[in-house]
């Protein structure tokens, strides 16, 4: 595996975005994508059953802008933390009918 690497424009605001992200002790981090100064942390969030939720940060120079996440038991909680509202998360499978490869819930 080669070595990965984040680009210099994100490198000075890794603190900042490590304080954010360790006041969400329910989400196990696991990706990071950038572009044109959005920073955008992914990762997981264990449930009951056997599913997971998803949680997607955007952050600029290292403050959270905006948030996604399927947990929409937690949501509330997740917004006054980062003091920004949940952007709208709907299903593919409730919109997108004619999609094959969509996950369809039981």
């Known amino acids: 595996m080669g070595k990965r690497w ?3 424009l ?17 989400v196990k981090w696991d990706r990071i994508s950038q572009k044109r ?11 009951k059953d056997s599913y997971k939720d ?3 940060i ?7 802008v905006d948030f996604c996440s399927s947990d929409i ?9 980062l003091g ?4 709208r998360c709907e299903r593919v ?3 997108f009918k004619d999609v094959k490869n969509k996950v369809k819930l039981k």
Do not use: C, S
């Open 6 to 8: 984040i680009f210099p």
């Open 10 to 26: 994100a490198k000075r605001y890794i603190p900042r975005m490590t304080r954010w992200m360790n006041k969400l002790p329910k």
């Open 37 to 47: 100064g959005h920073l955008y942390a992914f990762g997981w969030i264990d449930r």
């Open 54 to 56: 998803f949680f997607l």
């Open 58 to 64: 955007d952050f600029i120079r290292g403050k959270p």
């Open 73 to 81: 038991i937690n949501n509330m909680e997740y917004a006054k933390i």
């Open 84 to 87: 920004v509202y949940q952007q």
């Open 93 to 95: 499978e409730d919109n």
